[in-house]
């Protein structure tokens, strides 16, 4: 059975930081790509970072560019966003993924809202 278990989410205020992390069993997770997706009520679910299976490469989405960092351990099977410089605009579900060849599973996300 695949599991995708964020942690880390809560209430943080404009400036602060946040440490998501997403443990992964069920899978053998050096094979796969990981990434931390989020979604606001009424919007599609956005692609916010992503990092290879050997954790080479990251690409970031340009809002979060210099702010937020993607990180894996595949001794641990988990990847980690660290947020830093939060905005009220990061307020989401944040969701991390995996994904091999046509294979890809969803965690069941963690809020993460930024206010005063």
């Known amino acids: 059975q695949v599991q995708l278990v964020e942690s880390g989410g809560g209430l943080v205020q404009p400036g602060g930081t946040l440490r998501l992390s997403c443990a992964a069993s069920?899978?053998?997770?050096?094979?796969?790509?990981m990434s931390w997706y989020r979604q606001t009520p009424g919007k599609e679910r956005e692609l916010v970072a992503s990092?290879?299976?050997?954790?080479?490469?990251?690409n970031y989405v340009d809002s979060v560019k210099g702010r937020f960092t993607i990180s894996r351990d595949n001794a641990k099977n988990t990847v980690n966003l660290q947020m830093n410089s939060l905005k009220p605009e990061d307020t989401a579900v944040y969701y991390c993924?995996?994904?091999?060849?046509?294979?890809?599973?969803w965690g069941q996300g963690t809020q993460v809202t930024v206010s005063s």
């Open positions: 069920g899978i053998t997770f050096s094979m796969y790509a």
């Open positions: 993924r995996a994904d091999w060849k046509r294979l890809y599973y």
């Open positions: 990092i290879t299976s050997a954790g080479g490469i990251t």
